[in-house]
Every structure is written in C-alpha cells, then in structure tokens.
C-alpha cells in the first residue's frame, strides 16, 4: 500500500491542525499505521502510531496534545494536533507495516507552526 500525507500548514502557536494519510489500498489488515516527522537539522523521529486492533500510542512530546485515529471505511488514518508548539514545527510523513516490511515514507507534508 502506498500513503499520501496532507493537511500540513502555517498555523499560530496553541493552534491545531488534522493531518490525513490516504492509502491507496484498504487499511484493515494493515498491522501498524505510523506518523512521524522531522524538523529542520534533526533527525526523523516517531510520533504516533495505530495497530490492526485500535492500539494507540504517541510519544512522550506528543501526550495530551496530539491523537491518531484511522477511518478503515475510507482508508485513511489521521493526527490531530491541538496545542501546537514552534518545536513541532516539521514535515510530518505516514508510513504502513504490513507485517512483513513498511511502506516508503513518501513526500510527507509540511506544519509550520509561527507567530
């Protein structure tokens, strides 16, 4: 399956965005959906994901603020990201393990996050 991320933008601190992965196959038997994202001169760091079975989990920077979701009906997982901080200023990438290798990461999509 290949993802394509979207949903990226200029937004003010303490704002939110809805970043959206669109896969080009169904999402139901994928075992884990991921986020991840990397910011200018750092390396490409996890930040949330999303198993077969409804598992959530986000990285410690990421608790409170952020959310992934999937919508297995339209095959497309989300990250909703409230409270957004200049630090989470980054091009954020979806990737898929189907239990046997992951995804390319693809182009990814850009969040700004500036006054």
């Known amino acids: 399956v290949q993802l394509q991320a979207s949903g990226g933008g200029l937004v003010q601190p303490g704002g939110s965005l809805r970043l959206s992965c669109a896969a080009s196959g169904s999402i139901v038997s994928i075992n884990i959906l991921a986020w991840y994202r990397q910011a200018p001169g750092k390396q490409r760091e996890s930040v949330a994901s999303i198993t077969s079975g409804g598992f959530t989990s986000v990285l410690h920077f990421a608790e409170g603020r952020f959310t992934i979701s999937r919508d297995v009906d339209n095959n497309t997982v989300y990250l909703q990201m409230n409270k957004l901080k200049p630090e989470d200023t980054a091009v954020y990438y979806c990737?898929?393990?189907?239990?046997?290798?992951?995804?390319?990461w693809g182009q990814g999509t850009l969040v700004t996050v500036s006054s």
């Open positions: 990737r898929a393990y189907n239990g046997a290798y992951w995804s390319d």
